[in-house]
């Protein structure tokens, strides 16, 4: 079976400061992965997606994030956080062929302070 | 980039009605479309996956006859809660794929806010 983990349920960070979070996944096939950004009461946001090729993945806002298939990790960077950051993120693996069902992790909390 | 809309945007019913919750693709044809629930400070639970045509494939746990998904064509599907109770209330929030250039990639709905007094 299939399962993604995030391993910080909430990160404070203080303003212009750098962010990694971190997640990582399990899976006995190929993948491709993803993160998400939530803002309160909305959807969700593509941030970046990995679905091959080059392993440093650059996304929206400045974010990027690093496959490492040894260590079955994708983890989230930002080098300076804006207040504007403040959301929830999900990182997901979608599975090859089953349909293009997403395996969400638990969600980060990050929460940027002045 | 594809566009995904949701109807209504928040909703508030009595409980024991019913209430439909519309997913339209908005600028490309959705050949699938997924379905989750979120309660507040948690993940998305992915509820049932519709194709265009076909019965939904609920997922292990999701009542079929209490979550009604109809996936009629190829740009809206349809989420109907019957009889809905307190413990419906929930974020509801669905995604689109078109399984064409954008590959498996899901785009996301806005969402949903469900209440049941």
């Known amino acids: 079976a299939q399962s993604v983990t995030q391993l910080d349920s909430q990160v404070p960070v203080f303003e212009e400061a750098p962010v990694e979070l971190r997640c990582n996944y399990s899976?006995?096939?190929?993948?491709?992965l993803f993160w998400y950004v939530q803002y309160p009461n909305q959807g969700l946001q593509l941030l970046l997606k990995?679905?091959?090729?080059?392993?440093l993945v650059k996304g929206i806002n400045g974010f990027e994030a690093e496959f490492n298939k040894s260590q079955t990790s994708f983890h989230l960077r930002k080098p300076s956080v804006h207040i504007s950051d403040t959301a929830e993120y999900f990182c997901?693996?979608?599975?090859?062929?089953?349909?293009?069902?997403?395996?969400f992790g638990q969600g980060t909390e990050l929460s940027v302070k002045p | 980039g594809a566009v995904v809309s949701q109807h209504p945007s928040w909703v508030i019913c009595k409980s024991g009605t019913s209430v439909k919750i519309e997913c339209r693709s908005l600028?490309?044809?959705?050949?699938?479309m997924f379905w989750y629930r979120q309660f507040p400070k948690q993940s998305l639970m992915l509820m049932a996956t519709?194709?265009?045509?076909?019965?939904?494939?609920?997922e292990q746990g999701v009542e079929k006859d209490k979550f009604l998904i109809n996936h009629a064509s190829l740009t809206l599907s349809t989420l109907t809660v019957t009889s809905a109770h307190p413990e419906d209330s929930s974020f509801y929030i669905c995604?689109?794929?078109?399984?064409?250039?954008?590959?498996?990639?899901?785009?996301f709905g806005p969402g949903t806010r469900l209440t049941v007094l």
């Open positions: 990995y679905l091959s090729g080059s392993t």
């Open positions: 997901a693996v979608l599975i090859y062929n089953q349909g293009g069902k997403l395996i």
């Open positions: 519709s194709n265009e045509g076909s019965k939904a494939t609920y």
């Open positions: 899976s006995s096939v190929s993948v491709y």
């Open positions: 600028d490309f044809q959705a050949t699938t």
């Open positions: 995604s689109a794929s078109d399984a064409g250039e954008n590959g498996n990639e899901q785009f």
